[in-house]
Structure formats: structure tokens, C-alpha cells
């Protein structure tokens, strides 16, 4: 089933996500629902809070279009390691028709749980590197927009605002 994103401003994605203590159907149901609305979107992952549910789950898939779906659903991911550093430009479900350059790990491991409850290591660098960095903000109420300077942030604001409000005159 096909979820809605909130988009920025909602508060909700300002809230702190809770560890999943039970991984039951209902669980393996949210994680479908979410990879189907970040497909749908389309998009390289989703953070549970973005369809307003404060659990700590990720899905994140960067196979290209024309290349086999690569679906990694990540419960309680933790970051355990991270070297280097990259600065690429990152899109946000959340916060629609705005990229910016964000400072990120170059290189991470991850470790978690997957739907059957199992504990997993993800080895990743490049674009999985900061897609998992950007989804695990994400479960901390961090948004990649609070990672830019405060004169970008501040910019970034005002033309928002200036765009929702003609958005609500149209």
C-alpha cells in the first residue's frame, strides 16, 4: 500500500524514533508498504517517520532503473564504523524540488536487523553510503537541509515559503 510522505515543514519529521522491540507481520507489512511508496515516489529510500511512523526502519534500493531491484529494509540500523568524507548533492522525498551538497561518510558500516529479525553488516561507500547516512538522520528527526550552512538554510526557507504560498494562490 502506497503511504503518504510528509514534507517539510511537518513537525513530525522533527521527532526521534523508537527501536522496534518486535518484528512481527505488522512490521514486515510497514516495511512493504514503505518500499512501495519510495518506488512509487520514486525515490532511493524512505525512513520510516517520513510516512509518520516513529520506528526505527529504512528501505533503501540505489540499483539503477534498468537494473534488478536491490531492496535493503533495515530495522534499528546503527552506524558502527565511518572513514572518509564525500560531499554530493542529496534530494529528499520530504523535501520536494530542493538539492544541496552535504557532507557525508565516504565509507560506513552498518549493522541492524532484517525482516526475519536477523543481524546484518552493510559494507557501503558511494551513493549507499550516504543513502543509509541520510535515512538513519532521518529516524533522528534530522533532515539533510539541517546539514547546510545557516545562509543556505535561511535561503532555502524563504524561496519554500515563497513557493507554497503561490502553490496556495494557484
Not at 524512505?46 to 531492496?71: C, N, S, T, Y
Not at 533532515?143 to 543556505?152: A, E, M, T, W
Amino acid at each position: 500500500m502506497i503511504r503518504t510522505i510528509l514534507t517539510y515543514p511537518d513537525p513530525d519529521l522533527k521527532k526521534r524514533s523508537t527501536p522496534v522491540a518486535i518484528i512481527n507481520q505488522k512490521t514486515r507489512e510497514l516495511v512493504e508498504d514503505m518500499a512501495d511508496t519510495m518506488y512509487d515516489a520514486p525515490g532511493i529510500g524512505l525512513a520510516a517517520p517520513q510516512i509518520g511512523v516513529h520506528q526505527r526502519i529504512i528501505v533503501i534500493d540505489v540499483a539503477g532503473k534498468d537494473d534488478p531491484p536491490e531492496l535493503i529494509a533495515a530495522i534499528n540500523p546503527v552506524i558502527v564504523h565511518a572513514e572518509g568524507e564525500t560531499f554530493e548533492e542529496e534530494g529528499c522525498l520530504s523535501v520536494p524540488k530542493y538539492a544541496a551538497n552535504v557532507r557525508r561518510h565516504a565509507k560506513i558500516v552498518v549493522k541492524g536487523l532484517n525482516v526475519d529479525g536477523e543481524e546484518m553488516t552493510w559494507r557501503a561507500e558511494g551513493l549507499l553510503a550516504v543513502a543509509f547516512q541520510h535515512e538513519i538522520d532521518h529516524l533522528d528527526g534530522i533532515l539533510f537541509i539541517d546539514h547546510i550552512s545557516q545562509l543556505k538554510r535561511d535561503i532555502f526557507r524563504r524561496k519554500y515559503r515563497r513557493s507554497l504560498d503561490q502553490e496556495g494562490n494557484d
